[in-house]
């Protein structure tokens, strides 16, 4: 099942995509929340209700011509890991780590399929991560094994991480690199992990520059798989239901080429997943 969100009257909701349509959740199951969070906080059998979706005479509208907002709008948290798969490391001159690097997201510096990711005002040096999501179903209880965790995730979606390098690299914490507003584009579709090979291993990732390949990899080359990723974190908090976990990008990334390779207005970048989908975000200049 692929589920999306998109925009009406400036609102997200919920929708489930049929081929290449999408059909309103809420105007189709009128018990379920708009928004796929609140949804999954109320315990809704998504699943199933996509299916009576899908079942029903509700009007579909292409999902082409939809606008479409982050995948969860409003993440209670999204987790992101660094340096999570080995050639990415080795490219930043580092071992392999230990423990993951993981740091924080905030919702607002998501964007959504097609939007545009933005090179700030303080900086050139605007960086792409293609990476794959993890969105998390049901409340992880604390010291989940990595046997159990993969019961709840709900499903996965495409990431590109975009990092303003010279603000990461001020502070030791990658915070304030990861942060700024209109660099963490997120979607267009979640795919359920019922569709994918458990923890979504051996899936084709690539991340292209103006149709170029720069990134060309294979989730199962994740140092930290997506079990022992949630199991990690069970041991330090409570994952909630419509959390993000982003998995960290393979090789390839721009400040690692030489000479390095910055995205500037006019670009294109796309990250592209086997399985899943490929999110598309042109690259525009902070607006004066």
């Not at 009257?9 to 959740?25: F, K, S, T, Y």
């Not at 993440?75 to 740091?103: Q, S």
Request: with cysteine.
């Amino acid at each position: 099942m692929k589920f999306t969100t998109y925009l009406r009257q400036g609102a997200p909701r919920l929708a489930v995509v049929d081929g290449e349509n999408l059909i309103d959740l809420n105007d189709a199951q009128p018990h379920v929340p708009c928004d796929l969070r609140a949804a999954l906080h109320q315990g809704v059998d998504l699943l199933a209700a996509a299916r009576a979706a899908l079942a029903s005479t509700t009007p579909r509208q292409p999902l082409a011509a939809a606008t479409l907002a982050p995948l969860v709008p409003d993440p209670g948290k999204t987790v992101c890991l660094g340096l999570n798969y080995f050639d990415h490391a080795k490219e930043g001159g580092r071992d392999k780590p230990d423990y993951p690097w993981f740091f924080y997201r905030g919702s607002s510096s998501l964007i959504a399929h097609g939007a545009a990711g933005v090179v700030p005002k303080v900086s050139s040096r605007f960086d792409y991560e293609a990476e794959l999501a993890v969105v998390i179903g049901r409340r992880v209880p604390r010291h989940t094994t990595q046997a159990d965790a993969l019961q709840y995730v709900l499903g996965y979606s495409c990431f590109n991480d975009m990092s303003v390098r010279d603000y990461q690299k001020r502070t030791p914490q990658w915070t304030i690199g990861k942060n700024f507003d209109g660099t963490g584009a997120f979607g267009p579709v979640l795919v359920t992990a019922d569709e994918l090979p458990p923890g979504a291993v051996g899936l084709k990732i690539q991340g292209r520059l103006n149709g170029a390949v720069m990134q060309d990899a294979n989730t199962s080359d994740m140092i930290f798989n997506v079990a022992e990723t949630i199991a990690l974190l069970a041991e330090v908090l409570t994952l909630e239901p419509g959390d993000v976990i982003a998995m960290g990008t393979p090789a390839g990334v721009g400040q690692a080429r030489t000479p390095p390779v910055w995205m500037k207005a006019g670009d294109t970048y796309e990250v592209a997943i086997e399985g899943i989908g490929t999110l598309v975000n042109p690259i525009a200049n902070e607006a004066a």
